[in-house]
């Protein structure tokens, strides 16, 4: 047995998460090389195993979430050196376990498009269910891409895992007019999508923000120009969720361009019972405040380092005072 190919193995097993069927395929070899080519490689310390007691202060920052905002917090502990790309992995492995757990059948989930939905899509795992559907909830098409390839691969990815009908949402993520938007609202094309958005159980979303390490989709890819981030910035925007955009202090209603946003609004999310928002990142901190503010979700799924930061935040805020503009929940 050669050492390369132990070490070969032994990457693809512990740091890849390969399982030892896939591992095989792909060296060539019986399951059973595998399984010894991994023992090898332990035996000969190539590989080396540590435990990791269970974080208190993953525990002790889900409770203060939970305490401060009313939502069910699950923090993904996470190395202090680790890369928000290692982070961001991290947290969509423990999602997808937790929306194989959530989503049965006979069930809608709405998902939003997104960088952060779309690594969650990876690391999802066949569950069968009888009778379900996955609807997008806002469109994607924009003036220099149609965006349809993107959005339209990440909902039949998460269809598939769940063997459950889909339903795309052909409009764009922004009308150039209101008045566009509520025309197109009114096609029986778009009123089935939108009905079976309307009977969603759970909505599975990230939070976009614009000057993100990992760069939000929606400021990345064309969806607005420069004469728009302007208008936003000066407007105290500091993320979107669902690509409707909101301020630190969870209002929304009086910003121009939501009014031309095919996504759903956070008081039309608030009618979903289960409110699934997914977040890594130091500087989205500001926009997942404002998310919760709005009481978009019922769910934050968290990694460590970026739960700490929103809670120095909420406190430096001063959580729980009056907003400075009218709050995006009233109404």
């Known amino acids: 047995m050669r050492e390369d190919d132990a070490f070969r193995a032994a990457t693809m097993y512990y740091l890849q998460d390969q399982t030892m069927d896939v591992i ?36 002790n920052l889900g409770h203060r979430l939970a305490a401060t905002f009313g939502i069910k917090a699950h923090v993904v502990p996470v190395r202090e050196s680790a890369t928000e790309i290692h982070r961001l992995e991290q947290v969509a492995m423990v999602a997808a376990r937790l929306m194989s757990e959530w989503f049965s059948s006979d069930m809608v989930l709405g998902v939003a498009w997104g960088n952060t939905v779309a690594a969650i899509s990876r690391h999802l795992t066949p569950t069968p269910t009888r009778g379900s559907a996955v609807v997008q909830l806002n469109g994607s098409a924009n003036t220099s891409a149609s965006g349809v390839t993107y959005a339209s691969g990440l909902i039949t990815t998460i269809a598939s895992a769940f063997d459950a009908t889909m ?45 993100a ?28 969720v669902c690509t409707v955009f909101l301020r630190e202090d969870g209002s929304y209603r009086d910003i121009a361009i939501n009014s031309r946003a095919s996504g759903p609004s956070p008081r ?59 709050p995006a929940v009233a109404g």
């Open 24 to 59: 095989a395929r792909t060296l060539g070899v019986s399951r059973s090389t595998v399984s010894r080519m991994i023992k090898s490689a332990r035996e000969s310390g190539m590989v080396r195993i540590s435990l990791r007691p269970p974080s208190r202060s993953g525990a």
């Open 167 to 211: 339903y795309h949402f052909p409009v764009p993520a922004f009308f150039d007019y209101a008045e566009t938007k509520h025309m197109m609202w009114r096609e029986q094309s778009i009123k089935r999508v939108l009905d079976v958005q309307h009977r969603a159980d759970i909505a599975l979303f990230g939070v976009g923000a614009i000057s």
């Open 213 to 240: 390490e990992v760069p939000s989709h929606v400021y990345s890819s064309g969806y607005l120009d420069d004469a728009e981030i302007a208008a936003l910035t000066a407007d105290q925007v500091v993320g979107d």
């Open 268 to 326: 039309e999310l608030r009618a979903i019972k289960r409110r699934v928002c997914v977040v890594v990142g130091d500087r989205k901190v500001p926009a997942v405040l404002g998310a919760l503010r709005a009481r978009v979700a019922t769910d934050l799924i968290i990694d460590e380092t970026t739960a700490s930061r929103l809670l120095e935040l909420a406190r430096t805020a001063g959580e729980g005072a009056p907003p400075r503009r009218a």
